[in-house]
């Protein structure tokens, strides 16, 4: 297995304590060589769920074998795993390797890329203290492993290998699709996240409406599907697939969430008509 030399993190930890210095130094301590990424550290508290979100929509833009280190950990010095990954289509060239607490915080990249390897992390030769912290594991576990993995230790030395079957995965429903007549379709989603802007992310794909007229139903709101936020006036709601290629529910220039109140699991309805728009 071959890494990039990029080690990439992810936290909870914000930016106003030392926790994610602590760990950069960690890093520096094992592998001064390691391209260090800061893919974002103001995921909210415990947030697991966006957490997921924002890996999985992260991950692809990386070079192949890049060491994905995220830490969004409410179970720390419980019993949750403490676990690495390898995933992609070549074993001898994973796509990525994850480093984390196995609390579903991966589950994301797992629906979108075989799993190769897992290994959970028994080996403390790799850890940076044999005795880690009970709060900690970012600092004393993930980063260690992280760097060591970067710096081209194999995966299987980091632990015993543990069954794909275990990990925990968090329960995003799969989309359902409908038809209702000749040419109009149903497909019944939720809200997987909600981003900085307060934009709601729904797990329905682009491919179900791209080049189609389709609209969003929501907390009893009918929303036009649009291709960009100048297609709508300011205030407005609005419905368009992001950059992420996910279909999201918006207000121009304001908060959806805060306006709708609504959150993770919510279900949502698009409409769609099959046939192009302008047919």
């Not at 030392?18 to 947030?47: C, E, F, R, S």
């Not at 419980?78 to 609390?103: E, M, Q």
């Not at 990990?167 to 799969?174: D, E, K, R, Y």
């Amino acid at each position: 297995m071959t890494q990039s030399g990029f080690l990439v993190l992810l936290t909870d930890f914000g930016l106003s304590d030392g926790y994610v210095g602590v760990m950069k130094g960690v890093i520096a301590q094992i592998n001064p060589a390691a391209t260090v990424i800061d893919l974002t550290h103001q995921i909210p508290p415990q947030n697991i769920v966006l957490a997921r979100f924002a890996l999985m929509t992260a991950y692809p833009y990386f070079p192949s074998g890049t060491v994905h280190v995220a830490v969004v950990d409410p179970g720390v010095g419980g019993s949750r795993r403490a676990i690495a990954l390898a995933v992609g289509t070549d074993p001898a060239h994973p796509s990525a390797y994850l480093v984390g607490p196995d609390n579903g915080l991966f589950s994301g990249v797992l629906s979108q890329q075989p799993l190769i390897a897992a290994v959970e992390l028994t080996n403390s030769q790799y850890w940076r203290t044999p005795e880690p912290s009970f709060t900690f594991h970012g600092r004393d576990i993930f980063a260690p492993v992280g760097a060591y993995l970067a710096r081209g230790i194999p995966l299987e030395a980091l632990g015993q290998a543990i069954a794909p079957e275990t990990l925990v995965q968090l329960a995003i429903p799969a989309i359902r699709i409908e038809k209702l007549d000749g040419r109009t379709s149903r497909i019944i989603g939720c809200i997987q996240a909600t981003d900085h802007f307060g934009n709601l992310v729904t797990n329905i794909p682009e491919a179900q409406v791209g080049g189609k007229k389709w609209m969003v139903a929501v907390s009893n709101l009918t929303i036009p599907g649009k291709q960009t936020y100048s297609d709508s006036a300011s205030g407005d709601w609005v419905a368009l697939v992001g950059s992420h290629g996910w279909v999201e529910i918006a207000i121009n220039g304001g908060n959806a969430q805060a306006e709708l109140k609504v959150d993770w699991g919510q279900e949502v309805e698009v409409r769609v008509e099959d046939r192009e728009e302008g047919c």
